[in-house]
């Protein structure tokens, strides 16, 4: 392998970056928004959770290799990170219009 090879973007090292993009997009949203609107949280925390899944269980070698599984573990966190928000924000939500109407 080349030094030039290894700073290639290789197919898993993409799959992993639009994972973390959808993770830390799904957290910004919540962060942003002040914990209103959770639903596109946590849908985009389910995306980056899939797509950082997919990628770790794809690879075939460790960091440094071109299988992006370092930006795959990156991703499963920043998933779980949105998700965990946006369901927390849909909860506030909901707890909110409960003592509203109550």
Known sequence: ??????????????????????????????????????VVALV??????VLGAMVVLMAKGGPGTGYGIVGGYFSL????????????AIRRGVRAGARRAG
């Open 1 to 38: 392998m080349t030094l030039a090879a290894a700073y290639e973007m290789t197919s898993g090292r993409l799959w992993s970056l639009v994972g973390v993009a959808f993770g830390l997009g799904g957290v910004l949203w919540v962060v942003v928004r002040r914990g209103r609107s959770g």
């Open 44 to 49: 985009c925390g389910g995306v980056g959770i």
């Open 77 to 88: 966190v920043l998933g779980v990170a949105a998700a965990v928000a946006g369901w927390l």
